[in-house]
C-alpha cells in the first residue's frame, strides 16, 4: 500500500488550511504498518520534544472534524529549516493522517487542518529537520458523547 | 474574606439559636438579622465587583438544598468547592443552625428552611446592589452577570428569555456572558445582544470556518479612577454538552492562548485590573491562573458553586457566586501601581424575608410574569418529602424523573441528565407548574424511547463519569452524573475512565446488566438533532398528576467507592 504517496502534500509559502482526508475507503493499517511509516520518517533518529508545537482542542467538539495545527520554531533559512512534518492520530484506523512537507522557500513552517477522530486518542505532530533530527509534540484529544453537562 | 466583625455579629445573632431544633420561629430569626447586617462589609479601594451568576431564570425567591455530596479529585480533592455539610462549616468556620450554615449547607435543611426561609429573588437582590452603589458610589461598581440566566422557568421558556433580559436590564450590569443562552439558538442570542445597553463579551468563541473571533472579548472600564479591564469567557464545551446544531457556526472551547492574548492585550491598553467574567467552572478556573498569567480576578460561574470568599491561586483570586439567584458576590480592589494590594470579598445571602424589595424591579417581575401567573400557579401535586436535585450522583427529583420516563414510556431503564439547575420544594409543599419548569424549562425537551445494549450504558456511563471526574478539570465539562432509573451501579471516582463503572444491575430482575443485551431506555435532553417523543414537562405533568401525591424518594442502587 502506498500510503506516503496519497498522504503527502507539498506546502507552498506560509500556512495553508485544508480538508480532512478521507480514508474510508483504505483498510486499517495494522499497528506494525503504522510504525513502520513512522519509522520511514524520522530516519532512526530519537525524536526529542521542542521546535514543534502542535495546537488541538482539549475535547472534541465533532469527531468528524477536529481542527489541529501546528508551528515549528525554525528560522527557514537554506541552513536551517524544516523539511516536513507528520501528523499521525494514534488512534485512528487510519493513523498517518498526512505529511506536510516544507523548504527554506516556505518562509515559515505552520499549517492547519481538520482531521476525523474515530476516539478519544493521542495526536502526534514529528517535525524532520533539513540536517535529520526530529522533534515530537504529543496532544490527547478526548471525543466525547456529551450532553449531561450543565 | 469574611471580616472578623461580620463573622461576630452573625455569631452573635445567632448566639440564641445554639441547640437549634426548629423550635424558633421565623419571625424571631427575622429580627435577629437585617439587612444591614448583610450589607456590612470593611470596603477596600476604589473598586467594587458585584457578580451575578447562574440565575436559571428565577426571578423569585426560591428554596435551593446544597449538596451532600461534592466530590473532588485528584489536586482538587477535599478542598473548596468540594467540601459540603459540616466539613465545609468547619472550613469556613461557620457555626452549625446559623443563617450562613443553612445558606451554603444542607445540614438540618428542612428546619432550617422553615426557619430562615427562601433566598433569592431578582427584587431583593436589586435592593443589595442599589444599597451598595449608594454607599460606594457609582464610579466605582461594576455589576457583572456570569451567565445561565435566560434559561429555566416557565416563563423564559414561553418568553424566549425576554422576561429575564427585562428584568436584568434594570439592574444595568456592565456587561455578561453565557452558556445556556446559546440553546436559544444563535439567531435569538445575536437578537436579544442588539437589544442590551451592555455588552456580551467571549473571548473564547470563534467561527467554524476560521477561528475568527464572533463576540467582543474585552472591554475596558474606568471605575474610582483605575482601569478595569473585564474579558468574557463562555463555557467553554456548550458544544459539546448542549445541542451544537442550535448555534453550528460557533467553536468554543478554553483556548487559553487567546485568553492569554486578550489579557495581554487589555494590559497594553492600559488596564490596571484584568477581571475574567468566567463560565468555566470552579475547577477550570482553579486551574487557568497556572496556565494564564495577568488575570487579578476570576468571577466564576457554571458549577454552581458558593464559596463565602475568594481564594487565591498564586496573585489571581476567584470568586464563585453561587446560583439561583441565593447570592450576590462583592469583592473590593485597592491597585495601586497597576497592581491589587489589597481586598475584601464576600458572597452575601439574598435572604428574601429579610431583604425588602426593590419596587421597582418588583413590579417588573409581577409585569414579565403576568400572562403567564395563573399557570404558573396551577397546582399539579404535592410532595410529601423533599425535592431537590443537586448532588454528584442523584437528587429526589430527578429520581422522580427517572421514574417518571420509565412509567410514562414503558421502559425497562432511564436516563435524565445531570444538570445543576432547578429549585427545591420541601415536605408538603405543592408542587406548581412553575416548580415542574425549574426542573425541566428548556429547548430541547423531547423524550427519547431506544434500545440500548448493556455496553452502550457503560459507555454513556464511563463517559459523563470523566466529564465529572477527570483529574485534569480542564477535562471537566461541569455537570453532575447523568441520572439513572431501573439500574443501579457501583462507582469509583478516583479511577481512570473504563474502569469508574462496574456491577450494573437491571433493577426490576435483580439480574446483571449484559454487554450484549439490549434494554428499552427512555431519556430526555438529547444534544442530537430531531429526536423525537413527548416534551419531557408535558411527560412530568402527566405523571405528577396522576400520582398527585409524591412519597418522600429514597435512592439505595448507586454505591459509591473510595471516596
Known sequence: MNVTRRQTFVIGAGAVAFATLGASITPALSASDTEKIIADFIGGKEPVSGKVKLKTPEIAENGNTVPISFTVDSPMTEDNYVASVLVVAAGNPFPPVATFNFSAMSGKAEASTRIRLATTQDILAYAKMNDGSVFLDKKNVKVTIGGCGG | ?563
Open chain 2, 1 to 563: 474574606m469574611f471580616t472578623r466583625r461580620d463573622f461576630l455579629q452573625w455569631a452573635a445573632v445567632t448566639a440564641s439559636i445554639t441547640g437549634f431544633s426548629g423550635s424558633l420561629t421565623k419571625v424571631a430569626a427575622q429580627q435577629k438579622l437585617t439587612q444591614d447586617d448583610l450589607l456590612k462589609f470593611d470596603s477596600k479601594g476604589q473598586v467594587t465587583l458585584l457578580h451575578v451568576t447562574d440565575i436559571h431564570g428565577q426571578l423569585k425567591p426560591l428554596y435551593f438544598r446544597p449538596p451532600s455530596e461534592n466530590y473532588g479529585v485528584g489536586a482538587f480533592e477535599g478542598i473548596p468547592p468540594h467540601l459540603v455539610a459540616e466539613d465545609f462549616l468547619k472550613h469556613f468556620n461557620i457555626d452549625n443552625g446559623t443563617p450562613l450554615a443553612y445558606a451554603h449547607t444542607m445540614v438540618d435543611y428542612v428546619n432550617m428552611a422553615k426557619t430562615y426561609g427562601r433566598l433569592g429573588g431578582l427584587d431583593r437582590t436589586a435592593t443589595l446592589i442599589k444599597a451598595i452603589r449608594g454607599d460606594r458610589g457609582d464610579d466605582k461598581v461594576l455589576l457583572l452577570d456570569g451567565g445561565d440566566t435566560w434559561q429555566g422557568s416557565y416563563t423564559s421558556l414561553k418568553t424566549n428569555g425576554q422576561d429575564m433580559v427585562d428584568c436584568m436590564a434594570m439592574l444595568k450590569p456592565d456587561a455578561m456572558v453565557g452558556h445556556w443562552e446559546f440553546t436559544f439558538g444563535a439567531e435569538r442570542v445575536l437578537e436579544i445582544i442588539d437589544q442590551m445597553d451592555y455588552p456580551f463579551l467571549a473571548g473564547n468563541i470563534v467561527d467554524n470556518d476560521f477561528e475568527e473571533p464572533v463576540f467582543e472579548s474585552t472591554k475596558i472600564f474606568e471605575k474610582g479612577g483605575v482601569k478595569v479591564a473585564v474579558i468574557g469567557q463562555a463555557m467553554p464545551y456548550t458544544p459539546i454538552a448542549n445541542p451544537r446544531w442550535m448555534f453550528p457556526e460557533w467553536s468554543f472551547g478554553i483556548r487559553p492562548e487567546v485568553l492569554q492574548e486578550n489579557v495581554d492585550k487589555a494590559r497594553a491598553a492600559g488596564a490596571e485590573v484584568v477581571v475574567l467574567l468566567s463560565h468555566n467552572g470552579f475547577d477550570v478556573d482553579q486551574k487557568l491562573p497556572t496556565v494564564v498569567s495577568g488575570i487579578d480576578v476570576i468571577l466564576t460561574g457554571h458549577t454552581h458553586d458558593a464559596v463565602p470568599e475568594a481564594i487565591r491561586i498564586g496573585t489571581t483570586l476567584v470568586l464563585s457566586s453561587g446560583s439561583h439567584g441565593k447570592f450576590l458576590g462583592r469583592i473590593d480592589l485597592e491597585i495601586k501601581g497597576g497592581k491589587v494590594v489589597d481586598y475584601n470579598s464576600t458572597l452575601i445571602p439574598v435572604f428574601s424575608d429579610i431583604i425588602e424589595a426593590d419596587t421597582e424591579m418588583a413590579a417588573k417581575i409581577d409585569d414579565v410574569r403576568a400572562p403567564y401567573e395563573a399557570e404558573c400557579q396551577r397546582v399539579i401535586g404535592k410532595s410529601e418529602g423533599l425535592l431537590y436535585r443537586r448532588g454528584n450522583f442523584n437528587g429526589t427529583w430527578d429520581d422522580l424523573i427517572c421514574q417518571g420516563l420509565i412509567e410514562e414510556r414503558d421502559a425497562e431503564i432511564s436516563l435524565s441528565p445531570g444538570f445543576r439547575w432547578g429549585t427545591t420544594l420541601l415536605p408538603g409543599q405543592d408542587i406548581t407548574i412553575d416548580d415542574l419548569y425549574t426542573q425541566t424549562s428548556m429547548n430541547y425537551p423531547s423524550v427519547y424511547r431506544l434500545e440500548m445494549t448493556g455496553e452502550t450504558l457503560n459507555n454513556i456511563l464511563e463517559d459523563v463519569c470523566d466529564n465529572l471526574f477527570n483529574k485534569d478539570p480542564f477535562l471537566q465539562q461541569g455537570g453532575d452524573m447523568v441520572r439513572v432509573g431501573g439500574m443501579g451501579y457501583t462507582v469509583r471516582p478516583k479511577e481512570e475512565i473504563g474502569s469508574r463503572i462496574s456491577d450494573m444491575v437491571h433493577l426490576k430482575t435483580g439480574e446483571p446488566i449484559e454487554a450484549s443485551k439490549s434494554y428499552v431506555v427512555a431519556g430526555w435532553a438529547s444534544v442530537n438533532e430531531g429526536t423525537q417523543g413527548p416534551a419531557i414537562y408535558d411527560l412530568m405533568e402527566t405523571y405528577i398528576t396522576r400520582l398527585k401525591s409524591i412519597p418522600q424518594l429514597e435512592n439505595n442502587t448507586i454505591k459509591v467507592v473510595g471516596m
